[in-house]
């Protein structure tokens, strides 16, 4: 039914390259002509069907060497079936998109797992496609910017507290195969983050810098501290930008988790509370400013997901040993690809810094830079500061 994505002739690019580039670049064109919102396509359904359609063309992809998916599957499915079992043990009223939002990032695992060492991304097909990303993402910030006199944070999917996770983990992973203009896509890319005023984009950003660039006996290094300075200008500008004197919402959303933890025991704090607990109804008046948190079949409830964080969220739902045990997760599978530990120590801090903000791991623009860099061909893997790799000679 679907063609082995070998590599095509001609450009090296596989089957899994197009539908990245195609779901990504081609929704993002959609975003364009909507000035003072985000896209119209439905781009949950639009992501993860392209992430479906990589998982079913990724199985007739090159023979990979043997890897225990099976077990991998046995751990992440464990681990939800207990929670599921938790739940249904429970009186706590739950529909079935409650449970969604709750567990989405456990469930994320069971794709993860299906593109450990699949290698079918290919470095050429993804840096072709981060050029894309990155010239229609600049191109709708800019025109943004232009048209609402910078009084609009742009989106060309939804909330670049969201996409910039995406946009950031995808140029990571390209950044030594991006050509001998890396450095200006780079710069391209800092414009974004500047222009879109997320602060978690901004951490993200620098995160991303201090990995790539840290190389203290590279003759370079001076260089790449002053390229530092520039990002930590851009970080104090963006977030002076964004503070009007009040305490920050998730400064409020803080005060929330600490009076409904105040009560809790050593078990609350490693397991979480039982699955899908509601919050008091004194923390979800005090939430309904934000908005869309309320419970799918009960009005007068809400969950976790009113406090927005994901790092408070999986404390309250998972407990310190679920955070871990996802972390860990995620560490090992990319660890199994091939991934090296930069590499997994940049995606897994993209993920951290968004957790501080908004819903990082549980979130398909996270995912998807995951799911690359588990199906990523890694035999020809860089230095990300050595010479650029001309991206018509990479190896499909």
């Excluded at 990245?20 to 929704?27: A, F």
């Excluded at 300075?229 to 600490?258: A, E, H, T």
Aim: charged content about 15%; proline content about 7%; some cysteine.
């Amino acid at each position: 039914m679907f063609s082995p994505p070998a590599p095509d002739k001609g450009r090296g690019d596989t089957s899994a390259d197009y539908i990245l580039r195609w779901t990504l670049v081609g929704s993002a064109l959609a975003g364009l002509p909507n000035l003072t919102g985000w896209n119209v396509l439905p781009m949950t359904f639009v992501l993860n069907g392209g992430i479906a359609l990589s998982m079913m063309v990724g199985f007739f992809g090159p023979r990979t060497p043997s890897i225990a998916r099976a077990t991998w599957l046995l751990f992440a499915g464990g681990y939800l079936t207990v929670k599921l079992t938790a739940l249904a043990l429970g009186s706590h009223p739950a529909g079935p998109d409650d449970l969604l939002q709750a567990y989405k990032a456990y469930i994320f695992l069971v794709p993860l797992v299906w593109f450990i060492g699949r290698k079918c991304f290919t470095p050429a097909g993804l840096a072709r496609t981060v050029r894309q990303i990155l010239a229609v993402t600049a191109l709708k910030y800019l025109i943004v910017f232009a048209a609402t006199a910078g009084t609009h944070r742009p989106g060309v999917w939804t909330e670049n507290n969201f996409e910039l996770m995406l946009v950031i983990g995808l140029t990571y992973l390209a950044w030594p195969h991006l050509g001998r203009n890396r450095g200006w896509w780079m710069t391209l890319l800092c414009l974004i983050v500047l222009i879109g005023e997320s602060r978690s984009g901004v951490i993200e950003l620098a995160l991303v810098f201090v990995v790539i660039f840290w190389r203290p006996r590279d003759p370079r290094f001076l260089l790449y501290v002053a390229g530092g300075g520039i990002v930590v200008w851009l970080s104090n500008y963006v977030f002076s930008q964004r503070s009007n004197g009040s305490p920050s919402d998730r400064w409020q959303f803080w005060q929330i988790f600490r009076a409904e933890s105040a009560a809790w025991n050593l078990n609350d704090w490693l397991v979480g509370r039982p699955p899908l607990t509601p919050l008091s109804l004194e923390s979800c008046d005090r939430l309904a400013p934000w908005g869309g948190l309320r419970a799918m079949n009960a009005t007068d409830i809400c969950y976790s997901v009113g406090l927005h964080m994901f790092s408070l969220r999986v404390l309250m739902d998972q407990g310190v040993l679920g955070a871990l045990f996802l972390l860990l997760f995620i560490w090992l599978a990319l660890r199994a690809s091939g991934a090296g530990m930069r590499d997994r120590v940049a995606l897994l801090g993209i993920g951290l810094a968004n957790s501080m903000s908004v819903s990082a791991f549980n979130s398909e623009y996270l995912l998807i830079p995951l799911l690359v860099a588990a199906g990523l061909r890694y035999r020809a893997h860089p230095s990300p500061t050595a010479p650029p790799v001309p991206v018509e000679r990479v190896s499909g």
